[in-house]
């Protein structure tokens, strides 16, 4: 169901070649630029229509309008399970009150007397934000979008989320052609009145060229499919963009200590997601290993999804059981892997957690599961994949500010510092960036 990966008995490669040796996913954005250009090609001139027509031809349903009405949005949430709603409002509870201690603030540095620079922070003017919807629903990836963005002072919220078909025997059926209604709830619940029905390369596009239902924004995020990552790619820099989310995946660094039930059942929680989703154990227990390979079998065969997600995933090449010599090589193995979420399920887990360096978000001992911060550990689950940890943090209230320095001279700060402004312009062969300095002083620069 699994395959093992053993690294024991000899020196660990340094660098790419300890890299290349670990379980990854195939995921050439490189490829899917050529299959997604022409969408996007196509929504910059032809605006709405575009974007509903290739949604109708990838999604099945085209439906009325871009925008979905206000109207569907109020039903939403009045027809919402209250308990799911309850769950939804403790997951915002709680993401607020982590991502509010992230707001920042402004900064002024004396440099000299007379001479300072200020770094303020200027929230993002529009933001669209987007939900998955394909083999699963989403609501979770509402507030983790929306949350960073409202407590980071973003004026325009939009969230582009697919169009689905809906189900004729249920009470769906109403909103065919519209998002999943738990998303629109999820919406409705945190006060976002501007959503789309319009899911993969051509929303991106949509928000990055705008259209005459869409304004243009300034800034894309959130997770999807290889063809939503493919699209931030060709379009960053025409807009911004958070980062190209791979297929999710889930390291475990477990020792004799940890419980394989609890191992097993993480690894299948990840796996559950998608066929790509990679599902990592590294460990130098082998009596672990063992006994968590026993465990996949019985907890696969008692859950949903296994035909076309689960047994995929783990038997997958980018699921292993990675077998190191001890803690000390399972901590590079795990720093070299840079997972997306990563679990320490060793003795004195937290001391080892201080000492990891690259992962999305790290979740330490037997009571803090990966499943906690998809939903409600406060944490955001907007994480970095395919091992940009080493490089990239997780969506967080950061990623919709910009830092901006305010320098503030005094003529006579700036005198003190002339002659070495100038000589640096000099140096680099750019006389008139001197000369604007000479300027100010009658072109006689003062000594220092």
Known sequence: MISRIDLRGAALPEGAALRDLLPRAEFDVQAALEKVRPICDDVHHRGSAAVLEWGEKFDGVRPERLRVPADALRAALEDLDPAVRAALEESVRRARLVHREQRRTAVTTQVVPGGTVTEKWVPVGRVGLYVPGGRSVYPSSVVMNVVPAQEAGVESVAVASPPQRGQDSSAYSA?????????????AL???????AAGGAQAVAMFAYGTEDCPQADLVTGPGNIYVAAAKRLLKGRIGIDAEAGPTEIAVLADDTADPVHVASDLISQAEHDPMAAAVLVTHSLELAEAVERELKPQTAATKHVEDRIAPALAGRQSAIVLVDGLEEGLRVVDAYAAEHLEIQTADASAVAERVRNAGAIFVGPWAPVSLGDYCA?????????????????LSVQSFLRGIHIVDYTRQALAEVAHHVVTLAEAEDLPAHGAAIKARFGWKVPSA
């Open 378 to 394: 406060g944490s955001n689950h907007v994480l970095p994949t395919g091992g940009c940890a080493c490089h990239s943090s997780g």
């Open 175 to 187: 909103f065919n052609g519209l998002p999943h209604p738990t998303i629109l709830a999820a919406c």
């Open 190 to 196: 945190l006060g976002v009145d501007e959503v789309y």
